[in-house]
């Protein structure tokens, strides 16, 4: 019977080489979404407009204020969200598209002011404002799904810091690292293959030597 290897392999990219090949692995992306999702994209930035062009000051006192907001429901050429089509599942070009953010009320309108309305829309509390962290729900129930192998690529890799042998009250306590850690633990028991790829650039975007960036790579030694 053929060993069964368990592997987290950390890969730092290199600096460009003479080539000019740059240090980082990330590029800009551009998609397209139809159908349903594509109106969850509307409400955030709906959400985060609304909230940026609140009056403040002296504006306040005024009658009436323009947000500059265009009203989709006022143009009849618009595809309403009830009317908006949606592909079969036979066709190839077909993709469930779920939208996920991580933002709180301070930077977007319209989260519910009463406690109990926000935990059924599985918003968080903490420190005076309501968080979405859905983008952190979607990462650890992936994580808790994976069968074969896990593939993350970021700029950071910071968390799970209630764990850390020091610094454990830094803040960082996202469940990642701790999620991926207790699966290749699982897989391990199980004596299942499985393997979880999390692939970093040498820094993040910044000044290497800037005392954010150095801060960073700091907190990211504590997560690995």
């Known amino acids: 019977r053929p060993l069964k290897v368990i ?9 460009g080489n003479i080539a000019g090949c740059p240090r980082e692995p990330w590029h800009d992306l ?8 594509a109106y969850d994209v509307l409400i955030n930035f709906e959400d985060r407009w609304l909230k940026a062009s609140k009056p403040h000051g002296i504006k306040k006192l005024k009658m009436s204020y ?19 089509p949606c592909t079969s599942e036979n066709d190839p070009e077909t993709w469930h598209v779920q939208i996920f953010r991580s933002i709180d009320s301070n930077s977007v309108r319209g989260f519910p002011k009463d406690p109990k309305d926000a935990t059924s829309l599985n918003l968080m509390c903490g420190k005076n404002v309501l968080i979405d962290m859905s983008i952190h729900t979607a990462y650890v129930k992936a994580i808790r799904a994976a069968q074969h192998f896990i593939y993350i690529e970021n700029q950071y890799f ?14 960082a306590n996202n469940l ?10 699982n897989k391990i028991r199980a004596n299942e293959r499985f393997a979880a790829y999390i692939v ?6 910044g000044v290497p030597t800037g005392s954010a960036t150095q801060r960073i790579l700091f907190w990211q030694v504590g997560s690995n």
């Open 7 to 15: 592997s987290i392999i950390l890969l730092i990219p290199q600096q």
């Open 30 to 37: 551009h998609s397209k979404i139809d159908g349903p999702a």
């Open 66 to 84: 323009d947000d500059s907001l265009l009203r989709l429901e006022r143009i009849p050429d618009i595809v309403g969200l009830s009317d908006a």
């Open 158 to 171: 910071i968390g799970s810091s209630y764990n850390w042998i020091s610094n454990k009250d830094v803040g």
């Open 176 to 185: 990642i690292p701790m999620e991926i850690a207790l699966k290749i633990a």
């Open 200 to 205: 970093i650039p040498m820094w993040p975007e």
